[in-house]
């Protein structure tokens, strides 16, 4: 019989035109949002495929009591209760790494956008600013040095980039012996402290988990340089965000660039500052990730049943 597939978030067509022309699977698709909402649909599906959004919570296994495995189009899996799965024996499946050239690109983005201050003269550009003055007080990237908290795929890809721009890179990661970090192109430093004291421009990729939810708060942030740049483009709870924008508004930051948060989307109020920007859990969403990702879901969900 075919396996009842549910699919609870919106996933490439790469991946639902394959599943559904694919008889060992009996499809449903319904995208949902809220807990509550995927402990509703979920009912007798074997296979779940989920987004980093949904909340897959012991509430919502519980209700699932035939699942067997959840596939995740994405790298981190913080928002699946991993004590409940690993109690019940489910198997999650995820893509660690497949989006991170996106993710990549836009952290450089960030940084082009910050150090060059390109909202606050796109700001008086709009108000009727002609001012140009001080653009030499602006510098490029090689001016810059880069600190990057995990080295995996997004930190190396990061640090790549980086280097095409002639910035001094530096990492902090202690899950990689020295021969992979100096073949990711980063210099090592033995800790966060010693990597935030030569820092100006901090960027965060790693997992949320025990050891790093606030593992950037008000301390780490006081180590940084006056007017360093902090860019999180991880999971919203690596970073303490109130300490960050009290240190914006305090002078010691020169800019914060906010791709996720906690929760999401943000309860908080964000001030108007150019100094700040932020977008909406955008930067591994591409036309070629989102491809990709669907592309080895599916071979990764048939590999399994293989």
Same mark, same amino acid.
């Given at each position: 019989?075919?396996?009842?597939?549910?699919?609870?978030?919106?996933?490439? *067509?790469?991946?639902?035109?394959?599943?559904?022309?694919?008889?060992?699977?009996? @499809?449903?698709?319904?995208?949902?949002?809220?807990?509550?909402?995927?402990?509703?649909?979920?009912?007798?599906?074997?296979?779940?495929?989920?987004?980093?959004?949904?909340?897959?919570?012991? *509430?919502?296994?519980?209700?699932?009591?035939?699942?067997?495995?959840?596939?995740?189009?994405?790298?981190?899996?913080?928002?699946?209760?991993?004590?409940?799965? *690993?109690?019940?024996?489910?198997?999650?499946?995820?893509?660690?790494?497949?989006?991170?050239? =996106?993710?990549?690109?836009?952290?450089?983005?960030?940084?082009?956008?910050?150090?060059? +201050?390109?909202?606050?003269?796109? /700001?008086?550009?709009?108000?009727?600013?002609?001012? /140009?003055?001080?653009?030499?007080?602006?510098?490029?990237?090689?001016?810059? *040095?880069?600190?990057?908290?995990?080295?995996?795929?997004?930190?190396?890809?990061?640090?790549?980039?980086?280097?095409?721009?002639?910035?001094? @890179?530096?990492?902090?990661?202690?899950?990689?012996?020295? =021969?992979?970090?100096?073949?990711?192109?980063?210099?090592?430093?033995?800790?966060?402290?010693?990597?935030?004291?030569?820092?100006?421009?901090?960027?965060?990729? @790693?997992?949320?988990?025990?050891? +790093?939810? /606030?593992?950037?708060?008000?301390?780490?942030?006081?180590?940084?340089?006056?007017?360093?740049?902090?860019?999180?483009?991880?999971?919203?709870?690596?970073?303490?965000?109130?300490?960050?924008?009290?240190?914006?508004?305090?002078?010691?930051?020169?800019?914060?660039?906010?791709?996720?948060?906690?929760?999401?989307?943000?309860?908080?109020?964000?001030?108007?500052?150019?100094?700040?920007?932020?977008?909406?859990? @955008?930067?591994?969403?591409?036309?070629?990730?989102?491809?990709?990702?669907?592309?080895?879901?599916?071979?990764?969900?048939?590999?399994?049943?293989?």
């Amino acid at each position: 019989m075919p396996r009842k597939l549910l699919i609870a978030a919106d996933v490439d *067509r790469t991946f639902t035109d394959r599943v559904l022309r694919d008889a060992r699977f009996e @499809v449903r698709h319904e995208p949902v949002r809220t807990e509550a909402d995927l402990a509703r649909v979920i009912g007798d599906a074997e296979i779940l495929v989920t987004r980093a959004y949904n909340d897959v919570t012991r *509430r919502v296994l519980d209700a699932a009591p035939h699942l067997q495995l959840i596939a995740q189009g994405t790298s981190g899996t913080d928002n699946i209760d991993e004590p409940t799965v *690993r109690e019940r024996g489910i198997t999650v499946i995820s893509l660690p790494g497949e989006n991170a050239n =996106a993710v990549a690109e836009l952290v450089l983005g960030f940084m082009i956008a910050l150090t060059r +201050t390109v909202p606050f003269y796109d /700001r008086q550009m709009r108000d009727g600013i002609w001012q /140009r003055d001080d653009c030499a007080t602006r510098h490029e990237l090689s001016h810059f *040095r880069l600190g990057i908290i995990g080295l995996g795929e997004v930190g190396r890809r990061v640090a790549r980039l980086a280097s095409a721009f002639s910035m001094r @890179v530096a990492a902090f990661d202690p899950y990689l012996d020295d =021969a992979t970090f100096a073949a990711r192109g980063a210099r090592r430093v033995s800790s966060i402290d010693e990597l935030l004291s030569s820092t100006d421009t901090l960027t965060l990729h @790693v997992p949320l988990n025990g050891e +790093t939810s /606030r593992i950037i708060s008000a301390p780490q942030l006081a180590m940084l340089p006056r007017g360093a740049y902090v860019i999180n483009a991880s999971r919203g709870g690596v970073l303490d965000v109130q300490a960050a924008l009290d240190a914006l508004a305090a002078n010691q930051l020169g800019g914060i660039a906010l791709d996720v948060y906690e929760p999401e989307p943000p309860a908080m109020k964000f001030p108007d500052d150019p100094r700040l920007i932020l977008t909406p859990h @955008v930067a591994g969403c591409s036309t070629e990730a989102k491809a990709s990702i669907g592309a080895k879901l599916y071979e990764k969900l048939v590999a399994f049943y293989s």
